[in-house]
Each structure stands twice: as structure tokens, then as C-alpha cells.
T-cell receptor, first 114, second 115 residues
């Protein structure tokens, strides 16, 4: 079984400041790692994913994340946030086998203000 | 292709009533998933289909819940004798089986409120 811990339920940040959203996971098997964004009253949109290879992955909207196997972390970063980045962000894991279900963290609310 | 669609977007019902939600996946996606998201939580897996076969069910899916995908295209999720604890956002996702990695595309969700 897998589990995901998002350490911060809310992260307030000023526009143009950098941000890091933390994610730690636990799994006894190999996993794929994901970050999703959810805007109000909308479904989930994939920001980026780690499948294999380079531990630094880049996604949409200027976000990037780094996979750290020894620390079982997959923190999300953006060097300069915009008001439009205000949303809920979910970290998720999935077994690398053909089983497909995603296991999500509880989410981090990113609130960007002027 | 307009993506995954779900209907209705919102449903308000009284406790004890039955409700049914529909999900239309991206065409030609053979996998379809249902998740439930309660307030302040991340989505939790309920069940998934490959074509018309229901291959996995979470223990969250009590006897009052039933999901179908009769022709391997759209899917329905029915909740019988709704309870206030069923209030949540029900998300549907679909993917195309391409080996070990299959990106799941999510619909906008159906928000259920049980009074």
C-alpha cells in the first residue's frame, strides 16, 4: 500500500515570490509520482509527473518538482508565482505495475496575494 | 475531443433517496475510474473498469454503491438510500491502456449534497 503526506494544508505567498509545496510518500514498491492542480469547481489537471530518469521534472505553468528517493519526497516548486496560481495542489502516487489507482495526499491550498 | 464529461454537475437530494451520476470518458479510452473527494481531503479511489469489466473496488464502496459500464463506454455510479456522509465530489477519470503508464484525465466532477 502507498500513502502520501502533504505537510502544509495552506501556503500563503505574495505574488512573484518563490514557493515550495512539500510532499512525502511511503511505499513498499516502486511508484510513479504526480502533482495535480484543482481550481475551484473544476476537476484535476496534471501539472507534472515523475516516471523514471532525471529526478528534476518540469511541468506546465512554470512548475517543477524534484524526486528524492532517499528522503521519499517529491516537492513542488515555482520560482515566481502569479495570482492565477491560487488553487489546491495534490500530490499523488501510483504503483508502477499495471494497477492504475492513484493515491492522493490531502492537498495544499496555495493562496497568492498582491 | 472535449475531454471527460460528468452529469449532473451538482445534485442535491434528501437523505434516503437514490441518485445516479453519469461519466462519459474520452472516446477510445478503455479505462474508467471513479474517485470520491470529501471537503478538505484528496480524492479517494472507489473503483475502476477496463472496458466493461469492473476490475477493482475499494472498501469505501459500500453495498449501497454500484457502478456499471455496460458497453465499455459511459459509466454510471448509483448510490442507494443516500446518507449525509455521502456528500462529496464524485470524480471520474479515464485513460488509454498503453502499457505501464496511463495518464488519467479527470472530469469536472459531480458535487452531491445530501440534506
Amino acid at each position: 500500500a502507498q500513502s502520501v503526506t502533504q505537510l502544509d494544508s495552506q501556503v500563503p505567498v505574495f505574488e512573484e515570490a518563490p514557493v515550495e509545496l512539500r510532499c512525502n510518500y511511503s511505499s513498499s514498491v516502486s511508484v510513479y509520482l504526480f502533482w495535480y492542480v484543482q481550481y475551484p469547481n473544476q476537476g484535476l489537471q496534471l501539472l507534472l509527473k515523475y516516471l523514471s530518469g532525471s529526478t528534476l521534472v518540469k511541468g506546465i505553468n512554470g512548475f517543477e518538482a524534484e524526486f528524492n528517493k532517499s528522503q521519499t519526497s517529491f516537492h513542488l516548486r515555482k520560482p515566481s508565482v502569479h495570482i492565477s496560481d491560487t488553487a489546491e495542489y495534490f500530490c499523488a502516487v501510483r504503483h508502477t505495475g499495471t494497477a492504475s489507482k492513484l493515491t492522493f495526499g490531502t492537498g495544499t491550498r496555495l493562496q497568492v496575494t498582491l | 475531443d472535449t475531454g471527460v464529461s460528468q452529469n449532473p454537475r451538482h445534485k442535491i437530494t434528501k437523505r434516503g433517496q437514490n441518485v445516479t451520476f453519469r461519466c462519459d470518458p474520452i472516446s477510445e479510452h478503455n479505462r474508467l475510474y471513479w474517485y470520491r473527494q470529501t471537503l478538505g481531503q484528496g480524492p479517494e479511489f472507489l473503483t475502476y473498469f477496463q472496458n466493461e469489466a469492473q476490475l477493482e473496488k475499494s472498501r469505501l464502496l459500500s453495498d449501497r454503491f454500484s457502478a456499471e459500464r455496460p458497453k465499455g463506454s459511459f459509466s454510471t455510479l448509483e448510490i442507494q438510500r443516500t446518507e449525509q456522509g455521502d456528500s462529496a465530489m464524485y470524480l471520474c477519470a479515464s485513460s488509454q491502456d498503453r502499457g505501464s503508464y496511463n495518464e488519467q484525465f479527470f472530469g469536472p466532477g459531480t458535487r452531491l449534497t445530501v440534506l
